[in-house]
Nanobody, 121 residues
Framework: VQLQASGGGLVQAGGSLRLACAAS????????VAWFRQAPGKEREFVAV????????TYADSVKGRFTISRDNVKDTASLQMNSLKPEDTAVYYC???????????????WGRGTQVTVSS
């Protein structure tokens, strides 16, 4: 499956952005979808994951209550709604697809190119 993330940009602290992940090439509903992020000088970290049907989601503690992951298996897309953004949310955000419900980047075989999110204070 091929993934393409979009929707990043520059936003002030407290603002919102909605990231999109468009999939092609395979049956999207067969994959778990997750978002990860990587800030300069830091390791890639887990942000959120959603199950095949969308009925189960898990978030990193740092984004819980502010971010919402969703998916549309008809349109082969996934989204990450980010509200109440903080400067520490600044990173390149990646969508990933894999076969197991997992918080570890190594478990995901397919990755999009990433989209930059910058939150100014």
């Amino acid at each position: 499956v091929q993934l393409q993330a979009s929707g990043g940009g520059l936003v002030q602290a407290g603002g919102s952005l909605r990231l999109a992940c468009a999939a092609s090439g395979r049956t999207f509903s067969e994959y778990i979808v997750a978002w990860f992020r990587q800030a300069p000088g830091k390791e890639r970290e887990f942000v959120a994951v959603i199950s095949w049907s969308g009925g189960r989601t898990t978030y990193a503690d740092s984004v819980k209550g502010r971010f919402t992951i969703s998916r549309d298996n008809v349109k082969d897309t996934a989204s990450l709604q980010m509200n109440s953004l903080k400067p520490e949310d600044t990173a390149v955000y990646y969508c990933a697809a894999g076969s197991t419900y997992n918080y570890y980047s190594a478990a995901y075989a397919y990755w999009g190119r990433g989209t930059q999110v910058t939150v100014s204070s």
